[in-house]
């Protein structure tokens, strides 16, 4: 057999990581194509033997090709990868995941984009606490979050064993949102936005999406660059954003999408710019509009900054919005279901 090299490992388990099911060789030869590889299937199954002993891929059942998904080991293998072929690779991300949603805002059904973040079971009432005061102060993607146990595959995320999973709305599925009412948006870059007396001021720290290889914001909060916790409390502090550009004869229709999502609890726009002119001095071209949107994981953030050690997976997964809860329920689920 040919040794598998990194890149094609890399296609691989990028593969494994976005499919919502376990993937059999057969499917994994047809989608490599979109990363410019022609495998055979018996090819692919020698490499995903190599890579299930390496704890890299598990069988999801028996038999020749029942399939495989991918393990926490073979996340991380991805992030670990070589980063000058991961640069821009958050831009494509973006880009892929919005493509997926399917939330509808007037039936409330449909696949979201969703961050994880993963701490320790024993902190989780403590971090409700925090969670909760971000949520009230409408600094996150909306108002509901999922809690996943340890041992639970959230969508193609395993929660390993003596953690718990918050899962919390990508801003990204906005951008789904607003693709299936057929308004193209683009993602700029995520930035650190400081805010006064509840109302953003500037941005601080930015990175451009097609110019790394994390997110923005896992960044930013591992840098202890945000202040979520005083945002929320006093209303000044330091918050994640994303900057995102829309075209100017879509305003209209864009802010009532806005304005439904809102009703049904999902908001997080945090400023919408005038036609054709710079918000917060970052300019636009002519014909375009500024969006700022709060960051999906700024409700998580504030657990890092109480003390609460995290790991953040943004851009992680997609998830079916009936399952997520509403954050004022939060507590009284936790307790009945003993986590």
Do not use: W
């Not at 040919?2 to 296609?11: D, G, L, P």
């Not at 880009?95 to 984009?113: E, H, K, N, S, Y």
């Not at 990204?172 to 949102?177: A, F, R």
């Not at 330091?238 to 229709?253: H, M, N």
């Amino acid at each position: 057999m040919r040794e598998i090299n990194q890149k094609q490992k890399i296609a691989i388990l990028s593969i494994l990581r976005d499919a919502r099911e376990p993937v059999g060789s057969d499917a994994i030869a047809k989608d490599l194509h979109q990363f410019g590889y022609d495998l055979s299937s018996r090819t692919i199954r020698l490499y995903l033997q190599e890579m299930e002993e390496e704890g890299l891929v598990t069988p999801a059942r028996r038999g020749r090709d029942g399939g495989r998904t991918i393990t926490l080991q073979g996340s991380e293998e991805i992030r670990d990868a070589l980063v000058k072929d991961r640069v821009g690779y958050t831009a494509s991300k973006v880009d892929m995941l919005a493509c997926q949603c399917t939330f509808d805002p007037t039936t409330r059904q449909g696949v979201i984009a969703l961050n994880i973040t993963l701490i320790d079971t024993a902190l989780l009432l403590s971090a409700i606490h925090e969670l909760t005061q971000v949520f009230t102060a409408g600094l996150g993607m909306g108002d509901y979050v999922y809690i996943a146990r340890a041992g639970e595959r959230v969508g193609n995320f395993y929660i390993p064993p003596g953690k718990v999973g918050i899962g919390t709305i990508c801003s990204v599925t906005l951008n789904g949102i607003l693709l299936r009412a057929r308004i193209p948006i683009i993602s700029c870059f995520g930035g650190v936005l400081e805010i006064q007396d509840k109302t953003p001021i500037r941005f601080t720290d930015i990175i451009y999406y097609n110019g790394t290889s994390l997110d923005p914001l896992e960044i930013f909060i591992k840098g202890g660059l945000t202040q979520v916790r005083s945002a929320a409390r006093l209303g000044n502090g330091r918050i994640g954003a994303g900057f995102r550009e829309i075209p100017t004869v879509a305003v209209k229709k864009t802010l009532q999408v806005l304005q439904q999502l809102k009703t049904i609890g999902i908001g997080g726009i945090a400023l919408v710019g005038k036609p054709n002119h710079a918000l917060l001095g970052f300019p636009v071209e002519d014909g375009r509009t500024a969006l700022i949107v709060n960051g999906g994981l700024n409700p998580t953030a504030a657990l890092e900054e109480a003390g609460i050690p995290t790991s953040n997976y943004a851009l992680c997964t997609l998830f079916e919005f009936s399952q997520m809860i509403h954050y004022k329920e939060l507590t009284n689920i936790v307790l009945e279901k003993d986590y």
